[in-house]
């Protein structure tokens, strides 16, 4: 119904296909719920077009965005973070991403993962969000968990290994 109010009385069904196709951002974030409950405060930006970027990579998927932090999973073959000036990386993709879609952040990597590794990994975009995460990583307070493939069946049905990991 905003959305109706909000562009003339256009029809439900045109309301739905600008929720549907990306057009509407509630906060900065998308929006695509016909029932979304909006509360006072908050900001709507309502386009009749489709958006111009819409995130395509096959090293990177956004599972989580808000204005403080992305949550990405990060495909094997792609460095977390450039060891070297100018290299391909996932810093390098979500700095693009951010320009294209005119966000006023920079991608903040707070852990990493090998290049042959994937998972999940959780940037931050401002530098009170990366202060934030840097200081739970360095205190531990939070959790990581690994899976590991193996070659074989192990021996037993679950053990510890408490050693660095080596290459």
């Given at each position: 119904?905003?959305?109706?109010?909000?562009?003339?009385?256009?029809?439900?069904?045109?309301?739905k296909?600008?929720?549907?196709?990306?057009?509407?951002?509630?906060?900065?974030?998308?929006?695509?719920?016909?029932?979304?409950?909006?509360?006072?405060?908050?900001?709507?930006e309502?386009?009749?077009?489709?958006?111009?970027?819409?995130?395509?990579?096959?090293f990177?998927?956004?599972?989580?965005?808000?204005?403080?932090?992305?949550?990405?999973?990060?495909?094997?073959?792609?460095?977390?973070?450039?060891?070297?000036?100018?290299?391909?990386?996932?810093?390098?993709?979500?700095?693009?991403?951010?320009?294209?879609?005119?966000?006023?952040?920079?991608?903040?990597?707070?852990?990493?993962?090998?290049?042959?590794?994937?998972?999940?990994?959780?940037?931050?975009?401002?530098?009170?969000?990366?202060?934030?995460?840097?200081?739970?990583?360095?205190?531990?307070?939070?959790?990581?968990?690994?899976?590991?493939?193996?070659?074989?069946?192990?021996?037993?049905?679950?053990?510890?290994?408490?050693?660095?990991?080596?290459?």
């Amino acid at each position: 119904p905003f959305v109706m109010q909000c562009l003339d009385g256009i029809s439900r069904s045109k309301a739905k296909a600008i929720l549907a196709g990306g057009g509407v951002r509630v906060n900065q974030k998308n929006v695509s719920q016909h029932d979304f409950e909006l509360r006072p405060g908050m900001v709507v930006e309502i386009s009749k077009h489709k958006p111009r970027t819409q995130f395509q990579s096959k090293f990177v998927k956004i599972v989580y965005e808000d204005a403080q932090i992305i949550v990405i999973e990060k495909n094997i073959g792609i460095l977390s973070m450039a060891s070297t000036q100018g290299q391909f990386c996932v810093k390098t993709i979500l700095d693009d991403y951010f320009r294209k879609t005119r966000q006023k952040c920079t991608a903040h990597v707070v852990h990493r993962l090998d290049r042959d590794t994937s998972g999940v990994l959780i940037i931050a975009k401002t530098t009170e969000a990366a202060a934030h995460l840097q200081r739970q990583f360095a205190q531990r307070t939070t959790k990581k968990t690994y899976l590991a493939v193996t070659d074989g069946v192990p021996k037993l049905a679950a053990a510890k290994i408490d050693l660095p990991i080596g290459r």
